[in-house]
């Protein structure tokens, strides 16, 4: 069986970076064109509609990024191969800004709405919750190995709160706008909010190839146990 030498991997990697980044810039230009020069001002909202066009992806794009972080926290947990901890901890980072994001422009699109930049909705509040495991799972990441991808698997019950808590419970925020039978949304607003999800993908694609693209040989090579003493091993500045 023939590998890969490590300057054609790196040749080859390279060259879908370079792909994946221009796709990148073609597809966030399409996007922004898209969101503030052709989709029509609501009736209602005015401008502050706009927001609609990078809160709604985003909040999907954090819910999709959980649920793959999760499986590949699980899958660390069952197989102990350090790859997929590796996966989990980039797919952490990633996800914590995107809630971050999500919560930023919910702000902002709830303060005319509501008449302020936050209450304890459902929606939020579950919202917020997942920012929190985000962010003890980060912290986590410094102490050691097992915690981190633990806390993330315990803290997927609540990714189907955040689906339905609209349904569940009467919230202030409005219903899911997009969903399998459908969508309420009007076609000239539906194509920004597409586009800008399929710009915030790409996004994550490319950050999560560029963060573990060089790793991945060495951890094809390593043993588990190499990795949690690297992470164990106290700073030469302490």
């Not at 997009?178 to 000239?188: D, F």
Request: hydrophobic share 50%.
């Amino acid at each position: 069986m023939s590998f890969l030498q490590p300057s054609s991997f790196m040749s080859k990697s390279r060259s879908y970076a370079q792909l994946l980044i221009f796709s990148w810039l073609f597809l966030t230009a399409m996007a922004l064109h898209l969101s503030l020069w052709v989709a029509p001002l609501d009736l209602q909202q005015g401008g502050n509609s706009r927001i609609l066009y990078v809160h709604v992806p985003v909040a999907r794009m954090s819910i999709l990024v959980y649920l793959m972080t999760a499986i590949n926290t699980f899958f660390f947990l069952l197989t102990k191969h350090p790859l997929f901890l590796r996966s989990s901890g980039t797919g952490t980072e990633m996800g914590a800004f995107s809630t971050l994001l999500t919560l930023v422009t919910g702000a902002f699109r709830g303060r005319p709405m509501w008449g302020t930049f936050w209450v304890w909705d459902a929606r939020l509040t579950s919202v917020f919750i997942s920012f929190l495991i985000y962010i003890g799972a980060l912290c986590f990441q410094k102490l050691s190995v097992e915690p981190a991808p633990i806390s993330i698997c315990v803290g997927s019950i609540d990714i189907p709160i955040i689906k339905f808590s609209v349904n569940w419970w009467n919230t202030l925020h409005q219903p899911g706008s997009i969903s399998r039978s459908g969508t309420s949304i009007h076609v000239p607003m539906l194509i920004p909010i597409l586009s800008n999800f399929a710009n915030f993908l790409l996004s994550t694609l490319i950050f999560f190839v560029l963060e573990t693209r060089l790793p991945i040989p060495s951890f094809l090579e390593s043993p588990l146990k190499e990795e949690i003493e690297a992470r164990e091993k106290p700073s030469p500045l302490a």
